[in-house]
């Protein structure tokens, strides 16, 4: 492994990493998705992983990652080899290939905290950090973490929190949106803000959306909302605010479901889906992405009507998926909310 240049202060990480051991040595994660996805041309960063050979069939968020290090011309990038996504193994060759200095981090198989400690302790040596001042960091992101929770409680539970909100600021707790405290003041400022809103109808249709981020997730809450249904689950962006911290850094990344085995997800899902009362779940699946078989374990385990949607490298609905959704919902609608019967699309 690489140690970074300190003077870089900065590291690009491909997913959601134990992020207080980066802070705690001095650093700042930035999750190159999150700017790849709010890079007001995402397009662009897609083209300048095609020019430099990244096949066609190759998804878009590790194409639109590998275009945002050219582009911002990143020193050092943490890539996560176990527990997210195997193209990551690769786009770390290439990043290394061309001059990029590369961390590589893996969550164990499986959810063993024993070996999630020596995992920790690995990145914190190569950082030139401990885990005890990784552990005071997860101490003072504490109150950042439990707003986040109070903003998840105010979406479903109070029905004031839109789902893309819910979805936007969750999915950017990966890195705190490049300043901790920045991003706990505004969610200070959004939680006072949405105390003072009127509850969304109790007639609306309430859906959980499970899988990765989508690429057109903007449109697609606001999609729902103009037909009457509001996501109330987003689930791995809850993950992402480590919703479950336990008693250590390594419970707490013990306890984040995303690294491990869909059943550990499953376990969540159902959990929340039934505390939600979900009348419907949206899945998405990123096109090229191995996660999208998953879909089969999904429809098989989980009781309520599903509609799977695929995303690639449109950022916008297109008619053809707001077709279905519609249809998605009417279906909902005329069956009554809370079913529970098994219906597909
Ligand atoms: S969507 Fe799937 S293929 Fe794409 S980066 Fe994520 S895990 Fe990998």
């Keep these: 492994m690489i140690r970074p240049d300190r003077n870089t202060k900065t590291i690009g990480i491909t997913t959601t990493i134990p ?8 650093y700042q994660p930035v999750d190159l998705n999150n700017v790849f996805i709010a890079d007001s041309n995402p397009e662009r960063l897609i083209n300048i992983a095609e020019r430099d050979g990244f096949p066609l069939n190759c998804c878009s968020w590790i194409k639109g990652i590998y275009g945002v290090c050219k582009e911002r011309r990143l020193d050092t990038v943490l890539c996560v ?8 193994i690769m786009l770390m060759e290439v990043l290394k290939h061309k001059g990029f200095n590369t961390i590589d981090f893996a969550y164990p198989p499986q959810p063993d905290m024993k070996r999630m400690q020596e995992a920790l302790q690995s990145l914190a040596d190569t950082l030139g950090t401990t885990l005890e001042a990784a552990s ?24 004031v929190v839109s789902g893309f909100e819910n979805h936007l600021w969750l999915v950017n707790s ?28 109790k007639d609306w249709l309430r859906l959980a959306y499970i899988g990765v981020p989508p690429v057109y997730a903007q449109d697609l809450h606001k999609f729902l909302e103009g037909n009457s249904a509001r996501v ?58 191995h996660r999208g078989i998953g879909d089969i374990v999904f429809r098989g385990s989980i009781d309520l009507p599903i509609l799977t949607l695929e995303g690639n490298d449109e950022f916008f609905l297109s008619q053809h998926v707001k077709t279905r959704i519609e249809a998605f919902i009417d279906m909902l609608q005329r069956n009554g909310k809370h079913s529970r019967k098994a219906l597909s699309i």
Excluded at 19 to 26: D, Q, T, W
Excluded at 139 to 154: I, P, Q, T, V
Excluded at 182 to 199: D, F, H
């Design 174 to 201: 990966s890195d705190l949106n490049g300043d901790r405290h920045e991003y706990q003041r505004g969610l200070q400022t959004l939680l006072a803000e949405c105390r003072k809103r009127p509850p969304y109808p």
């Design 136 to 159: 005071r960091v997860r101490d003072e992101l504490r109150a950042c973490r439990s707003l986040l929770m109070k903003l998840d409680e105010l979406t479903w539970k109070e029905g």
């Design 81 to 88: 080899t176990t527990g997210d996504c195997s193209n990551t």
């Design 19 to 26: 992020s207080e051991v980066l802070l705690a040595a001095g």
């Design 232 to 289: 109330v689950f987003n689930e791995i962006q809850r993950q992402f605010a480590m919703p479950d911290p336990g008693n250590s850094l390594a419970e707490q990344y013990t306890r984040y479901t995303y690294p491990y085995s869909i059943h550990h997800r499953l376990r969540d899902i159902t959990g929340e889906m039934e505390k939600r009362h979900v009348d419907g779940v949206i899945h998405y699946v990123q096109a090229f992405c």
